[in-house]
């Protein structure tokens, strides 16, 4: 049963252009959602979370949307740099147990 | 900002061998640590939930006699693969944070374990 989807395995996008990352989750009990970064052989970074309160944070060049009604959240990197490129995880928790639920991944490509 | 330190990054011992991985959490107190497993090209699967001064929690399916876990301080988590097969060989990272709820995992740069 996986809880939280990424549906796309890959995303390739040119240096400069907009980058979006698409998560799909069926419990309805999620109320905090976060990104993470990550390379290979070596432990996920934290980019930007989203409570289930809000329908969107921004940080920088990174922006999170959240659809409740949808059960959808993407991020939003814009402009795209090469740098960007790595895997990126969605996670879902529910704030009466803290555990974290990855989504599968995606892995992005930033082209120069 | 948060820091936490997993060691050893990377483990290769023979089959029957008992291996301990290290958590610390360096600039916060974390009651609550994570441990979890990655598979090559698959997501991170939650293993346990490690509580401060209590017995951890198991997700279903992870043998709690196979992979002890520790939580002696509010600085430090172990994780200790019991008489180690290959098939337990595995990328194996911990987070930890603040509180329960509603505050991101900080994640240490994970342990290669290739059990021979």
């Known amino acids: 049963d996986q809880q939280v989807k990424q549906n796309s395995p890959s995303l390739s996008v040119q240096e400069g252009r907009i980058s979006i990352l698409n998560c799909d989750y069926t419990?309805?009990?999620?109320?905090?959602f976060l990104w993470y970064k990550k390379y290979p052989a070596e432990g996920p970074t934290f980019l930007i979370s989203?409570?289930?309160?809000?329908d969107k944070n921004e940080d920088g060049r990174f922006t999170v949307f959240l659809n409740k009604s949808a059960k959808h959240l993407s991020l939003h990197i814009v402009p795209s740099q090469p740098g960007d490129s790595a895997v990126y995880f969605c996670a879902a928790s529910s704030s009466n147990t803290g555990k974290l639920i990855f989504g599968q991944g995606t892995t992005l490509q930033v082209k120069p | 900002g948060a820091v936490v330190s997993q060691h050893p990054s990377w483990v290769i011992c023979k089959s029957g061998t008992s291996v301990k991985i290290e958590c610390r959490s360096l600039d916060f107190q974390a009651t609550t640590m994570f441990w979890y497993r990655q598979f090559p090209k698959q997501s991170l699967m939650l293993m346990a939930t490690s509580n401060e001064g209590s017995k951890a929690t198991y997700e279903q399916g992870v043998e709690k006699d196979k992979f002890l876990i520790n939580h002696a301080s509010l600085t430090l988590s172990t994780l200790t693969v019991t008489s180690a097969h290959p098939e337990d060989s595995s990328f194996y990272i911990c987070?930890?944070?603040?509180?329960?709820?509603?505050?991101?995992?900080?994640f240490g740069d994970g342990t290669r374990l290739s059990i021979l």
């Open positions: 989203i409570s289930s309160i809000k």
């Open positions: 987070s930890a944070s603040r509180q329960m709820s509603n505050q991101p995992q900080h």
């Open positions: 419990n309805s009990m999620f109320d905090y």
